[in-house]
């Protein structure tokens, strides 16, 4: 199992901005398909963006143009990069790293975002 850790939520403003960072102790990370979720209290847990090994991006329908997926492999990291933030973008986000091939499917303890109105 890979060890996820994210970092850089927080409470924001409508219309402001955050960039969510998530750490991974894997072993050929490169190889790992990376995905934010999130879960706002009372909803399902749901993908926001993802971003696969050889570095294709998807979205959610509620936020493209606003985020945007992307991944340092060098440094282990992915990041979502968060604009026009709205108060309906509250929710606790997690980080996710997937390997089918060797079963792993790992998640972050998840890190809060509060976007004021």
């Known amino acids: 199992q890979v060890q996820l850790v994210e970092s850089g939520g927080g409470l924001v403003q409508a219309g402001g901005s955050l960039r969510l960072s998530c750490a991974a102790s894997?072993?050929?990370?490169?190889?790992?398909?990376m995905g934010w979720y999130r879960q706002a209290p009372g909803k399902q847990r749901e993908l926001v963006a993802a971003?696969?090994?050889?570095?294709?991006?998807n979205y959610a329908d509620s936020v493209k143009g606003r985020f945007t997926i992307s991944r340092d492999n060098a440094k282990n990291t992915v990041y979502l990069q968060m604009n026009s933030l709205k108060p309906e973008d509250t929710a606790v986000y997690y980080c996710?790293?997937?390997?089918?091939?060797?079963?792993?499917?790992?998640w972050g303890q998840g890190t809060q975002v509060t976007v004021s109105s």
């Open positions: 971003i696969a090994s050889v570095g294709s991006t």
């Open positions: 996710n790293a997937r390997r089918p091939v060797v079963g792993d499917d790992s």
């Open positions: 894997a072993s050929f990370f490169s190889l790992y398909s």
